[in-house]
């Protein structure tokens, strides 16, 4: 069946560190979604992305979707205490239908 | 008003029991989603409504039914459930624009199945 991957599946940084998450699926996306999902908490949308190669820029966080649209990245500049959290990416594989990658756990050491 | 609501916020039920999970939306959306997520795994997607009509159901099991009263409305009808159905269950609603509407997330149920 479908899937989307992502690695790492842990990252522990200092502050101050870049940090890249990959998500990679198995079959063509229509779009994808990057969402945050805080200890206990809930996902939270930060973007989507539609167009093959979009990049897009939220102050310290860049977005990029690939040219075959099957693969994309998230990366944050000078990580922040308040960065940590899992990181997943949601790939569109149909109308209201959603795969959401396998999660980057992000732990930030001050 | 950017706000998903989800009652209650913790349930604990025995196999046997019939409890009911309750989502809400003042959003105007029309499409409606049920996904569970187990600890430190990704959410799974188990029942789509648009316009109050079930779209998808990804083959969940007949445990679990899913009710759309209204557009504001999503309920989770739960009976019969198994230990490993214990989950944290999020209800989401998106604008109905097709696959490339932001998802807005409820802060879930956490279930307990004992």
């Known amino acids: 069946g479908q899937q989307v991957m992502q690695i790492p599946q842990y990252q522990h940084v200092q502050e101050g560190e870049d940090f890249t998450t990959y998500c990679n699926s198995s079959t063509t996306l229509s779009n994808i979604q990057w969402y945050k999902q805080r200890p206990g908490g809930h996902p939270v949308f930060l973007i989507q992305l539609v167009k093959s190669g979009e990049v897009k820029k939220q102050k310290r966080l860049t977005f990029q979707f690939g040219e075959a649209k099957k693969n994309s990245s998230l990366h944050i500049t000078a990580t922040q205490t308040t960065d940590v959290g899992t990181y997943f990416c949601a790939g569109g594989v149909g109308t209201y239908k959603y795969i959401f990658g396998t999660g980057t756990r992000l732990k930030v050491l001050a | 008003d950017t706000e998903v609501t989800q009652t209650p916020k913790h349930l604990v039920m025995g196999m046997t029991n019939k409890k009911s999970l309750k989502c809400e939306q003042h959003m105007g959306h029309r499409a409606m989603y049920w996904y569970k997520q187990k600890a430190k795994k990704p959410p799974e997607l188990m029942f789509v409504?648009?316009?109050?009509?079930?779209?998808i159901n990804e083959s969940v099991p007949s445990r679990f039914s899913p009710e759309c009263p209204n557009s504001s409305l999503l309920n989770l009808h739960l009976h019969a459930l198994q230990p490993e159905d214990s989950a944290l269950y999020l209800c989401?609603?998106?604008?109905?624009?097709?696959?490339?509407?932001?998802?807005?997330f409820g802060p879930g149920t956490r279930l307990t199945v004992l």
């Open positions: 409504y648009s316009y109050e009509k079930l779209s």
């Open positions: 989401a609603s998106s604008q109905t624009r097709g696959s490339t509407d932001t998802q807005y």
